[in-house]
């Protein structure tokens, strides 16, 4: 995004699975605690539905809407942090994830926006985008997460 006003986080890899799996790992509650350090997503996949993902002792982190869902290859989320009160206070941001597929693996693209300058969330998912991605990919092609604690 070249907008001065705005930040974002683009993490970009590539999978060596089908799209259908990919997808199913995304939108799956017991596989999602498996590579996002025990939280879990409460929704019903459908636009504009709300969303919520719980830490693993029942808080909520985040909240939002699903803005558009189109399986297995976009899903759009409205993006609000609910723990950390500042950021909370920039509200919400915009997360857009794709799935493209490839010859032997699926190009996953995941997008972070947020309309203002400096956004501590947008700095707050790029540190925890790469470990929930890099679990999931492990996941996926192993069997086994790569990291076992979100530090």
């Known amino acids: 995004m070249s907008d001065a006003n705005a930040s974002t986080f683009v993490y970009v890899t590539y999978i060596r699975t089908t799209p259908e799996k990919l997808w199913s790992a995304l939108t799956t ?62 509200g919400p941001a915009r997360c857009t994830i794709e799935l493209e597929p490839m010859t032997d693996a699926v190009k996953l693209t995941i997008t972070h926006t947020m309309d203002r300058a400096g956004s501590k969330l947008i700095e707050a998912v790029s540190g925890g985008w790469p470990k929930i991605v890099a679990n999931l990919k492990s996941l996926l092609e192993t069997g086994a997460v790569a990291l076992t604690r979100n530090s």
Not at 37 to 49: C, L, N, P, Q, V
Not at 56 to 82: C, H, K, M
């Open 29 to 90: 509650t017991d596989f999602m605690t498996q590579y996002w350090f025990g939280m879990s997503i409460e929704t019903d996949w459908r636009a504009g539905s709300t969303w919520k993902l719980q830490f693993p002792d029942g808080r909520v982190a985040d909240t939002g809407e699903i803005v558009a869902i189109d399986p297995p290859r976009r899903l759009v989320l409205e993006w609000r942090n609910e723990f950390k009160p500042e950021l909370h206070a920039e």
